[in-house]
């Protein structure tokens, strides 16, 4: 099948990248080939496969038509979105800051999870790393900030090292939170300009802590945010849950095959499950493999530790 594209020329250094970069990126992405001449694009493949390639085009072209300029993890944001099938979430996204300005679900489960945050004051959410309970969780919580629906970010991790111990770290406490942390400021970064979130984190509007410092506080008017839950114990877990306060919502999150507690020790998050499951205004949100939006090489190496798991469950 063959299909032409008219551009709009004004944007056409922007889509097609530096050297046409962006338009090889699509080339492969979707095995196809692709030919420009002037301000027309000549697609050829499989039906589905050209089809698939014109959406991501023509939501490149959209974009460039609300800013200035498109990036290469853009693009391959875009490329995802098209392959997962997001237009049956279309509606769903959430508005964050620019450049990035709207943040899309990908899967069915990923769609659920933001609906789930929406309703409910808190709301669990756990799943196989690359999932993106992390990133759609503070996107729900930058949305919800720029919507002026809450005053503050709280987004909390439990300082536990995963399998190694990495001894005393220099520096004041910032530095030595900081590599616990790092997740979360990635996620920030992709929501809003660096100086923005900066100045947000001054004003105290955003505020990323270890677990250990939430000890005594009630939080009002925010979104609080617990990453890396499974590795809370179950006392922590109560505590972080009692500082939930007035207008506020709360978000937690985990991994349940990764717990780096000690041997024995059982996971916080596992106990909330079987505590507060029959309480009304919390959710639960389960997502799967399918719904790891990494690379897909992440999707495979998932698959095969589970299966690796399960033999060897049987065998012993």
């Known amino acids: 099948m063959e299909r032409t594209v008219k551009l709009d020329r004004a944007n056409l250094e922007e889509l097609f990248g530096p050297s046409d970069k962006y338009l090889k990126i699509i080339r492969d992405a979707f ?4 030919t420009a ?53 279309a509606g769903y996204g959430v508005r964050v800051y620019p450049p990035r300005d709207i943040i899309e679900p990908f899967t069915k489960a990923q769609k659920l999870y933001i609906e789930t945050i929406r309703k409910n004051a808190l709301t669990f959410c756990s799943g196989p790393a690359g999932t993106g309970k992390t990133y759609l ?3 729900v919580a930058v949305a919800m900030l720029r919507a002026q629906e809450v005053r503050k970010i709280v987004l909390v991790r439990p300082a536990v090292e995963a399998g ?34 900066r ?14 410092f939430m000890r005594g506080r009630t939080l009002n008017d925010a979104v609080i945010i617990c990453d890396e839950a499974q590795n809370t114990t ?6 972080f849950l ?23 020790d059982r996971s ?21 493999r399918c719904d790891i939006v990494r690379h897909k090489l992440v999707q495979n190496i998932v698959a095969a530790y589970e299966t690796h798991k399960e033999s060897n469950e049987r065998s012993s």
């Open 31 to 34: 095995n196809i080939k692709l």
């Open 268 to 288: 916080g998050m596992l106990d909330a499950y079987d505590v507060l499951k029959s309480i009304d205004n919390i959710g639960f949100v389960r997502l799967e």
């Open 37 to 89: 001449r002037d301000n027309e694009l000549n697609l050829s493949g499989s039906e589905e496969s050209v089809a698939r390639a014109n959406l991501a085009i023509t939501k490149m072209c959209k974009k460039l038509s609300r800013n200035p300029y498109i990036t290469e993890r853009e693009v391959k944001s875009i490329i995802l979105q098209v392959t997962c099938d997001l237009d049956n979430y």
């Open 242 to 264: 009692t500082r939930l306060g007035r207008d506020s919502k709360m978000i937690v999150t985990g991994d349940l095959t990764q717990v780096d507690l000690a041997k024995g």
């Open 199 to 212: 100045r947000f984190m001054e004003m105290d509007i955003i505020e990323v802590i270890p677990l250990a």
């Open 164 to 197: 190694e111990r990495l001894g005393f770290l220099p520096g004041d406490i910032e530095a030595k939170v900081n590599p616990y942390l790092r997740p979360l400021f990635d996620s920030l970064e992709d929501m809003m300009e660096f100086s923005q979130m």
């Open 137 to 139: 969780a503070v996107a």
């Open 234 to 239: 179950p006392s922590q877990m109560l505590m």
